[in-house]
Every structure is written in structure tokens, then in C-alpha cells.
């Protein structure tokens, strides 16, 4: 392959536009004290992340501060357009639009099926009822769910229940995924398929940013980028300098 065309393709993979930027971010809480300690790092479309560290190194915070759960002590955190320093939180629900979140304890409605958890995210949204039916059963087709439209929360496995909060999480067609702990209350066998997943959504486009403690999960996937916390600092990343 010529130089000139090989670097022209690599120009135009998805990846080249970054998504998520943290600059100089800091979060000091009154009572715990300081969380994250001058954290810089950008992460580009396409890209699949791991955020490692100890419990206490930062991650949810992190997380969370991509989110706009909460705002920076200092520092600014950018995603898709949105500024933490100048996004009202009146406008915050557009960024939700664009960055799925999956937590560890899934946070699904208990006492409805697997339908309706994951048609709540888009009946909240605003989305046509007409539409909102078609759409969770390609979602559930997505997660490999469909056999389990009906089911109640109670009578899904935690792989399953993980499935739907991430069926949930994709309703909205968000650009970014972030993921704290996924795969920290699933069996081995659920934790792989999890993570295979994962990786179909991110073959998409989509970011994908899982948060774990689990050095040994990372291993399995040596291929995707690395950033390791300690102390909320970045210690380590893995992605080659620009």
C-alpha cells in the first residue's frame, strides 16, 4: 500500500475526533477531600477504554464528572460540545442524550419487564409511542435479550439484568458509553459475554469507557487503551502521544 494512501485512510477512521476532554481536572469533596488530583487525558470516536485503579483511585468520580453528575472543583471536562464550565444544568439532559451510563447494581425498575425498562429510557426522552416498541425489540435483538422481552427483573440472571441496563443505556443512540464496574457482580461466563459485547457496540463508533478494578479482565483485551488512576492522578496511558 503507498505511504500517501496509508495515511489517508488512517485520517479517516473514526477515531480521529475527540469525544471526551479532560483538562487539569480536579474534584475536592468537603468530607472525603481530594478525589482527583489534575487529571488530563482525551479520548477520541471509536475508542474502547479501560479506567483502572485501585477502590478510592477515582474512577466513579471520573465517570461521573464525564456524565455532568457533578462539576470539577477545577479544571474543565468537555464531551461532544459540552463544556462543564459553561453547560447550564438546565441543559444537561441534551448531554445525557449523548452518553450512556450502566452501573454496576444495573439501577433497573423493579416489578417490570425487561420492555418496559428499557421503553421507560425512551418514553422519558420524549420519544414517539409509535416508535418506542420497534425500537426496544432492535434493542433487545441487539443484546441478544429478544427470548426475554417479557420477562420480570426478578427472573433474568445478572448477565441478563446487565443486558437490559445496557439495552437501556443504547436507547437513546449515545455517541459515548460509560460503564463503572460492569461486570463486578457477574459470573466469568457473564462477565465475557459482557465484555464481547461491549465490544460489538464500540466496533459501531461508539466510545466505550468501562471503569474496573479487574486487572485480569484488562489482560484479556490487550488491545484496548489503558488509563490507570492511583490517588486520582493518571499514573498511566496507554495510548500513543499525538
Known sequence: MALATRRRRIADRPFARTVIKLTNVSKDYPRRGLALSDVSFHIRK???VFLTGHSGAGKTTTLRLIHMAERPTSGEVRV??????RTAH????????KVGFIFQDFRLLP??????????ALDVTGAPRREIRPKVQRLLAQVGLSHKAEAYVHELSGGEQQRVAIARALATE???????EPTG??????TRGI????????????????ATHDLELVRRYADAR??????????YDSAPAD
Request: charged fraction near 25%; glycine fraction near 6%.
Open 46 to 48: 471509536g475508542e474502547f
Open 80 to 85: 461532544s460540545g459540552f463544556s462543564s464550565t
Open 90 to 97: 438546565r441543559e444537561i439532559w441534551k448531554l445525557r442524550r
Open 111 to 120: 416489578n417490570r419487564t425487561t420492555t418496559e425498562n428499557v421503553a421507560f
Open 174 to 180: 449515545p455517541l459515548v458509553l460509560l460503564a463503572d
Open 185 to 190: 457482580n457477574l459470573d466469568e461466563f457473564a
Open 195 to 210: 465484555l464481547e459485547l461491549f465490544r460489538e457496540i464500540n466496533q459501531l463508533g461508539m466510545v466505550v469507557l468501562a
Open 226 to 235: 489503558l488509563i490507570e488512576l492511583k490517588e486520582g492522578a493518571v499514573v
